[in-house]
């Protein structure tokens, strides 16, 4: 594990874990669930931030917004929603200053220049004031009335670090192309991980922000930055658990691209999994080039003794490179700080 990581969690550990704040903050305002708005200062921390990054999405950007409100508001929990705008090239940002004034608990952060999805998860996450952070869109698609469900078992269970709403279908855009490449990438995944991951890449989770912080470096500026988040936590030995939800089509267009941004899955997959683990990436491809190349050693040999065809021993070279890369790789992931 990467000591970093692990001085994280004793840290966080050590801290009151969330089951115990979350439920002394509420615990201590018998009132919170009648006057959850009048809660805190402006900068006292408090239990959700709601990270709401917005791109091009004027039409149901406000609707989305108050149906998170609403349920924030009966839940219980003080809370926070960050806008993230990213400048938008349509009236976004527009809509979102002027429901500001509406909901005192909506921060909006806009950005000049468009940085990605993830890149706004990430700043949106840094600074964010709850102890769980939330990720979800902005598109109407997921079911964001059950957030205080996903809160409430990191709530009561201090052994969960991340909540993922796990979707039961798919209604995203490219279907045809996309259900058979992220199974794949799961599957990948899953393999390397060593854990069933039902949604590798759901856009719903909660997480404790603590937990996240050594991890918010890694998250790459575009997509995948949902799939880093569950692979860093996989690797960390930071238990995730999965609560099935529906999926809705999205309002208003798709910004994903199914050729880039499949590509980049799978390359952040891998990457990640370089990262924590170098070895379970390149030793497997070392070791069954090594056993090739031995095998058609052997078969020269008797074939034509005293001769190794040229094939043979580029087979072998190739095996033991990949092997000293692996190695090496290793070194570096074990003396990082
Ligand atoms: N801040 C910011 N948000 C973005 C950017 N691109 C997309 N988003 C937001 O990220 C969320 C997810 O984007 P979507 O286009 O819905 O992508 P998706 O959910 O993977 O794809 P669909 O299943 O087709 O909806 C939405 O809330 C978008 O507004 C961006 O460049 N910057
Ligand atoms: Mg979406």
């Known amino acids: 594990m990467d000591p970093s990581v692990r001085h994280s969690r004793t840290a966080t550990r050590s801290l009151p874990r969330s089951g115990s704040r979350l439920h002394r903050r509420r615990?201590?305002?018998p009132d919170a669930r009648a006057h959850p708005a009048d809660q805190d200062e402006p900068d006292e921390p408090v239990d959700v931030s709601v990270v709401?990054?917005?791109?091009?999405?004027?039409?149901h950007v406000l609707a989305e917004i108050e149906r998170t409100v609403a349920t924030m508001e009966t839940s219980g929990?003080?809370?926070e929603i960050l806008a993230i705008d990213d400048a938008s090239t349509d009236d976004t940002l527009k809509v979102l200053r002027s429901a500001e004034d509406r909901f005192p608990r909506l921060r909006v952060i806009a950005f000049a220049t468009n940085g990605g999805t993830g890149t706004a998860r990430r700043i949106g996450t840094q600074q964010a004031r709850g102890d769980i952070v939330v990720?979800?869109?902005a598109d109407m698609s997921y079911p964001n009335e059950r957030i205080p469900e996903l809160v409430s078992i990191l709530e009561q269970d201090e052994t969960v670090d991340q909540v993922v709403g796990a979707r039961t279908s798919e209604q995203g855009s490219h279907r045809l192309l996309r259900v058979p490449?992220?199974?794949l990438i799961r599957k990948i995944a899953e393999r390397l991980t060593?854990?069933?991951?039902?949604?590798?890449n759901s856009g719903l989770r909660a997480f404790r922000r603590e937990v996240s912080l050594p991890y918010l470096r890694l998250l790459p500026a575009g997509f995948s930055c949902v799939t880093t988040i569950t692979m860093a936590f996989l690797h960390n030995q930071h238990v995730i658990r999965y609560v099935p939800i529906p999926y809705a089509k999205r309002s208003g267009r798709s910004k994903f691209h199914f050729?880039?941004?499949a590509y980049r899955y799978i390359l952040q997959v891998l990457r990640m999994v370089m990262y924590f683990n170098p070895l379970k990436v390149l030793m497997p491809p070392s070791l069954a080039l090594l056993t090739l190349g031995s095998g058609k050693?052997?078969?020269d040999v008797v074939a034509n003794p005293v001769r190794l065809a040229s094939n043979t021993l580029l087979i072998l070279l190739t095996g033991l490179i990949i092997a000293s890369l692996a190695l090496l790789a290793d070194l570096i992931v074990r003396s990082r700080s």
């Open 27 to 29: 615990a201590s305002r």
């Open 52 to 59: 709401l990054p917005c791109f091009n999405e004027e039409q």
């Open 77 to 79: 929990y003080s809370y």
């Open 135 to 137: 990720w979800t869109d």
């Open 181 to 183: 490449a992220k199974w």
């Open 194 to 200: 060593n854990t069933r991951i039902p949604d590798l």
């Open 259 to 261: 050729v880039k941004d």
């Open 297 to 299: 050693a052997v078969y």
